[in-house]
């Protein structure tokens, strides 16, 4: 069965109507981008290091930027010292959440 834009393994809809959005960040990467799917995560490259909490500066920013949401609608979780980290993005989002991931990482289907 292929993988599709509703069956997302990395993002799950909390009851509060967040978004749980897992990811496996690779600090210091030539450019910050979506790399994929890495078994239940997304796969996030950014081009900070992991010093000072910088990396996941660089996460916050790029997800609001990516979802063109505020960076107060994007919060790190956990996984603040770790490269596994899980993201709440708020309520109210879903749609274009679901269409902005579905486009980088199904773009056959556009």
């Not at 967040?18 to 239940?40: F, M, T």
């Not at 490269?83 to 902005?100: D, Y």
Request: aromatic share 2%; with cysteine.
């Amino acid at each position: 069965m292929a993988a599709g834009p509703d069956a997302l393994p990395c993002l799950q809809r909390l009851a509060d109507g967040s978004l749980l959005l897992r990811l496996q960040v690779q600090p210091r990467a030539a450019a910050n981008h979506l790399a994929g799917l890495q078994g239940d995560m997304l796969k996030l490259r950014v081009t900070t290091p992991p010093v000072d909490g910088k990396a996941n500066q660089a996460v916050v920013a790029y997800l609001a930027k990516l979802f063109h949401l505020p960076k107060s609608s994007v919060v790190l979780k956990s996984g603040h010292q770790s490269r596994g980290k899980t993201v709440v993005i708020a309520s109210g989002h879903e749609q274009e959440v679901r269409a902005v991931l579905a486009a980088h990482l199904f773009p056959e289907r556009k």
